[in-house]
Nanobody, 122 residues
C-alpha cells in the first residue's frame, strides 16, 4: 500500500505564505498524478492544484497566480507553495496521489493524506 505524510500547515496572517509537503512511501510502483485538495467547513472538497508525472499542472481559478505545485519524483514528494494567502483559503488541505503498487502495477488507485489545517487570519 501507499502511505502519505503531510506537513507544513498552520496559522498565517493574510498576505502571508506557507509551503505544504506530502511524501509518499510504501510499495510504490509508479505515480501519475499528485496534488492537493481542500475542504472548508460546510463545503465540499475541491481541487486546489495537481501535477502529472510529465510536469503539467492544473490549478483552481481561485488560486492561480498565488499557489504553485511542484513534485520531486525521486522522493515521491509533492509540494504546494502558497503565497498571498487570503482568509478564504482557510481549510483542511489533503494530499492526493494516484498511482500503482508493486503487487498490482497496472491498476491505478487513489490515495489520500490525513489532512493538514491551514488557517489564514489576523
Amino acid at each position: 500500500q501507499v502511505q502519505l505524510v503531510e506537513s507544513g500547515g498552520g496559522l498565517v496572517q493574510p498576505g502571508g505564505s506557507l509551503r505544504l509537503s506530502c511524501a509518499a512511501s510504501g510499495s510504490i510502483f509508479s505515480i501519475s498524478h499528485m496534488g492537493w485538495y481542500r475542504q472548508a467547513p460546510g463545503k465540499q472538497r475541491e481541487l486546489v492544484a495537481s501535477i502529472i508525472s510529465g510536469g503539467s499542472t492544473n490549478y483552481a481559478d481561485s488560486v492561480k497566480g498565488r499557489f504553485s505545485v511542484s513534485r520531486d519524483n525521486a522522493k515521491n514528494t509533492v509540494y504546494l507553495q502558497m503565497n498571498n494567502l487570503k482568509p478564504e483559503d482557510t481549510a483542511v488541505y489533503y494530499c492526493h496521489v494516484r498511482g500503482t503498487v508493486v503487487a498490482a502495477p497496472v491498476t491505478s488507485n487513489d490515495y489520500w493524506g490525513q489532512g493538514t489545517q491551514v488557517t489564514v487570519s489576523s
